[in-house]
């Protein structure tokens, strides 16, 4: 098993930054790819952006590709998500996602943390 820990959400007024964490721990060995999405209220779940274990190489949903990076934090099994230029539109709740090798899906989520972004 993988457990995932979020934090870093809270509120921000339009075109500012937040950084969000997950700290992910237990079989962290077992992880293949970690991601972000968000949900916000009424609508789907969304994807937001993957990052791979391996290389580190990423994706971006277009909704947020040059605002949104994802990066990896190596000794803490961290990923983290600096997010800029923050609209209205960004409000949700935010969790991250974890893939283990050999499994197409993704097998583990966060609890999540909410983003509000309003002035």
């Known amino acids: 098993q993988v457990q995932l820990v979020e934090s870093g959400g809270g509120l921000v007024q339009p075109g500012g930054s937040l950084r969000l964490s997950c700290a992910a721990s237990g079989r962290t060995f077992s992880i293949y790819a970690m991601g972000w999405f968000r949900q916000a209220p009424g609508k789907e779940r969304e994807f937001l952006a993957t990052i791979y274990w391996s290389d580190e190489s990423t994706n971006y949903a277009d909704s947020v590709k040059g605002r949104f990076t994802i990066s990896r934090d190596n000794a803490k099994n961290t990923v983290l998500l600096q997010m800029n230029s923050l609209k209205p539109e960004d409000t949700a709740v935010y969790y991250c996602?974890?893939?283990?090798?050999?499994?197409?899906?993704?097998?583990?989520w966060g609890q999540g943390t909410q983003v509000t972004v309003s002035s």
């Open positions: 996602a974890a893939k283990a090798k050999g499994v197409g899906t993704w097998s583990y």
